[in-house]
């Protein structure tokens, strides 16, 4: 029986959290109606342009129906204000750099509240 190499997970990476921690797409409600009409209303108001770095979005999963101000820091769900049009490269950025802000600051109330 061949050796087999144990998963490797980078240092980087060790502090993600499970996908099974996360609820799923539907959980989240992008499935509703109501969150399909909301991102077909941003998509064709932004004429599926990338608001971040101009690019004209041509398929399907290239353009993203982005919230401005997340929803969980209290942005409107369906409100056309609180949407844009990004591509799939800048929506990684922009969620990336979200989630980097969100871990710094739970990270800093955890420091105030232990005293270090």
């Not at 992008?30 to 399909?36: P, V």
């Not at 599926?48 to 690019?55: P, V």
Request: a positive charge.
């Amino acid at each position: 029986m061949p050796f087999r190499i144990g998963s490797f997970k980078p240092p980087r990476l060790r502090g993600i959290k499970k996908p099974e921690d996360r609820p799923n797409a539907h959980q989240r409600g992008y499935c509703s109606n109501a969150h399909k009409q909301w991102r077909m209303a941003v998509l064709i108001r932004d004429a599926y342009q990338c608001q971040d770095c101009g690019k004209i979005c041509g398929g399907k999963r290239d353009a993203h129906a982005d919230h401005i101000l997340p929803i969980a820091e209290g942005g409107a769900r369906y409100d056309l204000e609180n949407g844009q049009c990004l591509c799939a490269a800048c929506h990684a950025r922009k969620t990336l750099r979200e989630n980097r802000n969100a871990d710094s600051q739970s990270d800093q109330g955890t420091q105030a509240r232990s005293g270090f």
